[in-house]
């Protein structure tokens, strides 16, 4: 019978079809046939898929057997499975063995396979498939439960019970495929209710037309050709565009979708690349059950906070969730954070923790507090959660972390959002209802479930505007009618396909079943019938394939396609071009620090080493924030080493305090207080076993050991007085000429009524470093005159070079004595109050003047110094005098 018929039937009647898109497009032509007469007709009248009916007529009975989802199913058998004898001992992962088992369950009800144990003697397959799906239906027993597919057979006992509520008559979609248990059930239907099959309203036969390309990108071109022929101002249509219907089919999305999505992009709808403040990007074109739930940035940024733990994280996952845009302080604290990524990228391993991320965040936690507030929350949460609790239990605190780090921080009236939040509101309920099947477990455990769901729950954004083209897969366009198809792929790989029948069920049962996997008959007829529809669904129909895949294979049409005109690869032409225009500026000159912006230079000591090294550096690192190309280092690098060192020595001296108790120990008692303070110095997060390994650590640990032990000896027992250290890694904040300085002091020392700042060098130091005709080690001035106004002045400074045990030194000068250890006075020594008096003059001019230049914008550069810089091979060429090379050659 013909859809029209509909509207002289009384009663309810009820249209199967084949999936939902087919219900909804055959629900969309009842409403243009029965127009705006007669608004009571749509009610008489349901189109749904068969298994949505079936699972209607069950919730109707108000049944006291519950129908498990199949994830639930999944659960039940994979502890089935793992508890049984016949799991293998080297099996790292469970779950592939279960979803074929779980499939191979389904199959049998609903094809309604024998149970006879002597189908199932023949194989270890066979044999564990019929241990377990006996244990899966006593647990379903006893659970008061039933499979999806054993729904038609409990109907059918049911319906001899005049127990259920049927309509007045059901039409089954003309080649609608039914299981033979579906089957079974609509049969005996047949006795209370008529059933009618409604012929489709299929388009007049048109021979197709064919056109071959090199590869897939050329296919997917040629598509987007005919697209924007169809789409151009001059094609006239025959019916307006928004409301047709352009089908794309191809045999497997996975591979079709971003290649044919960015040509779409590129020479179809250039608007979505160049979108402008006015125009918002509404593509028309639709990917059909191609996305996932996880494939949105949104709930991508959920998984990250859920799946947070106190053991080792990947780094990249710590650095995606604070620099999320969907967590608490974004936008205020994006710049912030991006500094702190950057600081956990360059001192942190691939793999780290949450303690050690957030122990590393401190110093920029000076600056911000709030930078990363809700990470340390999330620790503490994660530290009190238990160990094992109920799905529905660890659903309220997967829900109490996205709470405290405010997911997903967007408006409410975003539509997006709400669909995402909506979507995984409901697979958070689907893992929530797997309470009785999994019982208490741990977090690692939970998920892996909710990772299951959210990795296969299908899931799209509604679009509110006009979608025509529409991509999917060959079997989802079964039922569908379109005005236009173009079938992409269409080579001998796509069809027929291969057979792939259950590895657990009797392949005698499944091909007397006919199961279409079992056979390669079966298989070849499914094919053709399905071919045979997707030819029929559109009166204008095209077809493409590749002559060669990825890999330079070569491939040949499909074999079941027999009638076809051959055509040429329609091409296109590029719909948009880039034009600019550059225009040089007529000075070039670096401007200077405006006054109302130096609180804000950034570098500190640091700015005026670089600066004294060569300004054009200094430039590049603090002014346009540039930062040097990492140079690959075996083992620890510089950086690391010093880090090591100088809190070694920190924790050393914290312990000692003075030299009397330095003198008090035995030269093993001493080397316990060193090897102690290096332990504790190797918990610094940056000095993680995960990043250098454990060799590599334990070596660096012995070779700081003995540097340090060395030191002790040589160096500080030594000494011609008493001393008493009274600060070590001071922090001091202060300012030279605007400038903000945070200057940190490795060390100060008390020496009767005398102060002085030492500073922990692992590189090679030159007395010259301080002198103002090249003083490059600017720190330690710079502490000295900072603290020039204090109440507690330093009368002294001190470079102390660590670098091997046999090439110790020390560098000092001050206003009583030229070193702490005996040495032969020289003329040029800094010994006592007129020397050093003026050596602190020298230093603030030169200071000054430095700072001066910092703000004036000065970026000279010396050619005749070595800067074998990290980026000096990029930059340096940038100031050459091209006129004095030229005139040079």
């Known amino acids: 019978m013909e859809l029209k018929e509909l509207l002289s039937f009384t009663g309810h009647s009820i249209v199967l079809m084949p999936s939902d898109a087919s219900a909804r497009q055959c629900r969309d032509r009842i409403a243009r046939l029965r127009g705006s007469h007669d ?15 079936l699972a209607e007529l069950w919730d109707a009975t108000f049944p006291a057997k519950q129908v498990l989802r199949p994830i639930q199913l999944l659960a039940l058998g994979r502890e089935i499975i793992e508890s049984s004898e016949f799991f293998p001992d080297n099996c790292l992962n469970s779950m592939a063995i279960t979803r074929q088992f779980v499939d191979a369950f389904q199959l049998h009800a609903q094809y309604q396979l024998s149970s006879d144990e002597d189908f199932y003697r023949f194989s270890t397959e066979y044999q564990a498939f019929y241990q377990w799906r006996q244990t899966l239906q006593e ?16 109907l059918c006992d049911l319906l001899e019970q005049s127990g259920l509520d049927l309509p007045d008559q059901l039409l089954l979609c003309e080649g609608l495929d039914l299981s033979p248990a579906a089957q079974t059930f609509i049969e005996r239907c047949a006795d209370k209710i008529a059933i009618s099959t409604l012929a489709e309203d299929r388009p007049s036969k048109s021979v197709p037309i064919l056109c071959s390309a090199p590869q897939i990108l050329q296919e997917c071109e040629a598509v987007a050709a005919w697209l924007s022929e169809k789409f151009s101002a001059e094609a006239k249509a025959e019916k307006p565009l928004e409301h047709s219907i352009f089908a794309i089919l191809v045999p497997d ?73 969907f967590v608490r302080g974004w936008p205020e604290a994006r710049s912030v954070r991006a500094n702190l990524d950057l600081r956990w990228r360059d001192r942190l391993g691939p793999e780290t923790s949450l ?10 936690e000076l600056e911000d507090p709030s930078v990363c507030d809700f990470l340390h929350e999330l620790e503490a949460m994660l530290k009190a959660a238990p160990a094992k609790q109920l799905p ?5 605190f997967f829900d109490q972390l996205l709470l405290t780090s405010a997911w997903p921080n967007a408006s409410d009236d975003d539509e997006i959002v709400l669909q995402c939040r909506r979507g995984f509101s409901q697979a958070m309920d689907v893992f929530r209802a797997l309470d009785r099947q999994l019982g208490d477990i741990s977090h690692d455990t939970a998920l892996s479930w909710l990772q299951h769901i959210l990795s296969t729950k299908r899931f799209s954004v509604s679009r509110n505007w006009a979608c025509p083209i529409h991509i999917m897969e060959y079997d989802g366009a079964l039922g569908l009618q379109f005005d236009a198809t173009w079938i992409m792929g269409l080579d001998d790989n796509a069809l027929p396909r291969r057979v792939e029948p259950s590895a657990f069920l009797p392949l005698e049962l499944q091909q007397k079943a006919k199961y279409p996997e079992s056979d390669p008959g079966l298989c070849l007829q499914r094919d053709q019938k399905l071919l045979s529809g997707l030819l029929q669904s559109a009166p204008q129909l095209r077809l493409s394939y590749c002559r060669e895949n990825e890999a330079g294979s070569p491939l040949g049409l499909c074999t079941l396609l027999t009638e076809y005109l051959e055509e040429s690869v329609p091409t296109v032409t590029e719909r948009f071009t880039a034009c600019g225009v550059v225009t040089m500026p007529s000075a070039d000159e670096v401007r200077p620090v405006n006054p109302a912006q130096r609180n804000g230079v950034r570098g ?17 690192k603090y002014r346009l924030n540039l930062r040097e190309f990492p140079v690959a280092a075996e083992g620890l690098d510089h950086r690391i080493q010093g880090i090591l060192i100088h809190d070694t020595m920190q924790y050393v001296w914290e312990t000692l305090q003075n030299k009397a108790a330095l003198d008090a120990c035995s030269a093993l008692q001493l080397e316990a207080v060193v090897r102690k303070s290096c332990e504790r110095a190797l918990e610094n997060p940056e000095l993680s076993v995960a990043r250098f390994g454990e060799s590599l650590l334990n070596i660096e640990k012995e070779r700081v050991i003995s540097l340090v032990c060395a030191w002790m000896e040589k160096n500080e027992r030594r000494r011609l007085q008493d001393f008493e250290v009274v600060a070590t890694e001071q922090l001091v904040e ?16 008390k020496i009767g009524e005398k102060r002085l700042v030492i500073d922990y060098k692992t590189g090679t130091i030159d007395g010259r470093s301080l002198s103002v005709e090249n003083l490059t080690e600017p720190q330690l001035p710079i502490y000295v005159l900072a603290q020039k106004n204090e109440a507690q002045q330093l009368d002294g400074v001190m470079l102390a070079q660590l670098k091997s045990p046999d090439d110790l030194k020390i560098h000092m000068r001050s206003n009583w004595a030229n070193s702490v250890l005996a040495k032969k006075p020289h003329g040029n020594d800094v010994d006592n109050p007129e020397k050093w008096q003026a050596e602190l003059e020298a230093w603030s001019n030169t200071l000054q003047d430095m700072a001066a230049g910092i703000l004036a914008g000065n970026i000279e550069h010396d050619f005749s ?14 100031l050459r005098d091209l006129s004095v090379e030229e005139d040079a050659q």
Do not use: C
Not at 286 to 311: G, Q, V
Not at 392 to 396: G, I, L, M, Y
Not at 734 to 749: A, N
Not at 865 to 878: D, E, I, K, T, V
């Open 139 to 154: 647990k379903l027993d006893a659970q008061s439960a039933l499979s999806g597919q054993q729904l038609p057979a409990q």
């Open 253 to 325: 999305m996975n591979r079709y979708r971003g290649i044919l999505h960015n040509v779409l992009q590129r020479q179809f709808y250039p608007n979505g690349l160049f979108p402008t403040q006015d125009q918002e990007v509404r593509e028309p074109w639709l990917f059909d059950a191609s996305e996932t739930l996880m494939s949105y940035p949104l709930i991508k940024s959920a998984w990250d906070i859920i799946s947070l733990n106190s053991r080792a994280l990947p780094l990249e996952q710590l650095s995606r969730i604070l620099r999320s845009r």
């Open 604 to 620: 500190g000591t640091g700015l005026f080493k670089e600066y004294a090294s060569s300004p054009f550096f200094a430039f590049l």
């Open 39 to 53: 608004q009571a007709f749509i009610e008489t009248v349901t189109v749904m898929p068969v298994d949505q009916w």
């Open 355 to 364: 303690k050690n991320a957030l122990s590393l965040a401190k110093k920029v």
């Open 392 to 396: 529905s239990s660890w659903v309220r």
């Open 865 to 878: 110094q070595n800067h074998s810089r990290g980026f000096s091979a990029f930059f340096l060429p940038l």
């Open 734 to 749: 202060s300012e030279l000429m605007g400038i903000p300085l945070k200057i940190r002091m490795d060390r100060i020392d």
